[in-house]
């Protein structure tokens, strides 16, 4: 549609294709929306889109001014753009326009401080401000993502009922809530992308270990995720993997997945988790492994010729020594429930860190909740989310979720699979860095007892850091040098 007849509902700046989707989402669900991009084709393309699509409520507007005035009081602008500078040069652009009482909601992956800093500016102007988490990619954000809005509370009522029909609709409800105060949302929706990276990191390990140990095909392999998302499996993830493997290549024989370079990309919301996860002292190893890993992939030339240098570690002797003679179908299904057993430790990890995030910043987070808006809509979306769910409304303080009574028996019924895939991928020299993070993370945190006592000793040995004891209370310091040495002469003289 070309002009407006009256104001339209709802605002939305910076139209790449997600903005577009958005837009054309929020249209369809019956709000009228105007819609703006410095580069006037894009809001061309968009106002096409709206006609062919449906002849969908979209406005089209060419300046920040006519653009912001034809929105209804008090107006909500989303702005889509890329995250850092562009997001101040945008909200400097429409705010000029804005009066108090209008709200600016950024639907991009920003760092949450630098939503803070600018909810503070905003507040300062009378404006209000959402910083909002949007997953699900382009699909999600056309037909029904997941939102994880964060900032103030009266702007999101403002817009909630538009939240509502827009986001992905589970049978619990819309795949939105308000998240709490600051860059809360932000930061949700970062951790969000942080266990994505381990997901993702454990799938790419399942498939190593089951095509170069089990020696499984690509056919098979599709056929193995396709029956693997009809279970405890069931999640987008699982179902994107087993259609991977199945598009051959138009350019050359084979599967197309086949072809594709071994070097992850990444845009900096897994490191920003892993760097917080160590602020907060929250182990993450599972994430940080599936960073680690995203980082030696970068290094394909240096590898191909460590792969010359080291060719006596017999990479392809090791794997045939131990793939003779192997059960197929035990592989199969120990490796189903080895990446189980693993996902719930990443997921575990994510939620220790949201849940110290909250405590330090008094967000006030609903585990639960976030594990149910999860459900659809966004890249991690899976069927087990619904079952942390229930173990966080169970019991809101439960310390992690492994020790969950219906995550604890499940573990423990699979930790003999996990163990063997470990031991058979370690026999066979291939790394598995994220199912050995969440092994060890597994591992560590049930038992009453580590070796950190020694660690304690050595630290009060060299800087005198003092230690605790187990039967008395109080600090203690020992000259250990002096009394090893004393004890060594004794012991000498006894001799």
């Not at 009081?73 to 753009?81: A, E, T, Y």
């Not at 897994?270 to 602020?279: F, R, S």
Request: aromatic letters at 8%; a negative charge; proline letters at 3%.
């Amino acid at each position: 549609m070309e002009a407006s007849p009256a104001l339209s509902r709802i605002g939305l700046a910076g139209l790449a294709v997600m903005g577009q989707n958005l837009a054309l989402n929020i249209a369809e669900k019956g709000f009228p929306i105007s819609v703006y991009n410095r580069t006037t084709s894009k809001v061309d393309e968009t106002v096409d889109r709206a006609h062919n699509e449906g002849n969908l409520p979209l406005f089209g507007q060419y300046n920040p001014r006519d653009f912001v005035l034809s929105i209804q009081r008090p107006r909500s602008v989303i702005i889509l753009v890329k995250a850092g500078a562009p997001v101040d040069q945008t909200i400097a652009a429409l705010s000029a326009h804005m009066e108090p009482g209008d709200a600016i909601i950024d639907g991009g992956n920003e760092w949450y401080e630098n939503t803070e800093r600018r909810i503070a500016e905003a507040t300062g102007r009378g404006l209000l401000y959402l910083g909002m988490g949007v997953s699900g990619g382009e699909e999600g954000a056309r037909h029904g993502p997941s939102l994880m809005p964060g900032g103030s509370h009266q702007a999101y009522t403002n817009v909630q009922d538009i939240l509502h029909k827009v986001a992905a609709q589970v049978e619990d409800g819309p795949c939105v809530t308000y998240i709490g105060e600051g860059g809360s949302g932000n930061f949700v929706k970062m951790v969000h992308n942080g266990i994505e990276y381990g997901d993702m990191q454990l799938i790419s390990e399942a498939y190593d270990v089951l095509k170069n140990v089990g020696g499984l095909s690509n056919e098979e392999l599709g056929e193995i995720f396709a029956e693997w998302n009809k279970g405890e499996l069931e999640s987008f993830l699982i179902e994107i993997t087993a259609d991977i493997f199945k598009v051959r290549d138009d350019l050359a024989d084979g599967f197309l997945v086949d072809k594709l370079l071994d070097k992850t990309g990444m845009k900096g919301t897994g490191k920003w988790t892993v760097q917080q996860a160590a602020e907060l002292s929250v182990a993450a190893p599972t994430i940080a492994a599936s960073l680690d890993c995203r980082y030696l992939s970068g290094l394909k030339e240096e590898r191909e010729k460590a792969e010359e240098a080291l060719k006596q570690a017999g990479f392809k002797e090791e794997i045939g020594s131990v793939t003779s003679g192997i059960d197929k179908k035990r592989l199969i299904d120990d490796v189903r429930q080895a990446l189980y057993a693993s996902k719930i430790c990443s997921y575990a990890q994510g939620m220790n860190l949201l849940r110290a995030k909250s405590v330090e910043k008094g967000w006030g987070l609903n585990l639960g909740e976030l594990a149910r808006i999860w459900k659809g809509g966004c890249i991690i979306r899976a069927v087990f989310l619904d079952r942390i769910k229930n173990a966080y409304q169970r019991n809101q303080s439960l310390p992690n979720l492994i020790v969950d009574p219906d995550f604890a028996k499940e573990m423990v019924q699979r930790q003999a699979a996990w163990r063997r895939v470990v031991g058979l991928a370690v026999a066979a020299g291939i790394s598995t860095p994220g199912m050995c993070a969440s092994l060890s993370y597994f591992d560590t945190y049930r038992r009453g007892r580590l070796p950190a006592n020694l660690v304690q000793a050595q630290r009060d040995l060299f800087g005198a850091h003092t230690y605790e004891r187990v039967d008395r209370p109080g600090a203690f310091h020992t000259e250990w040098t002096k009394l090893a040495q004393k004890s060594g002469s004794s012991v000498g003289a006894l001799n």
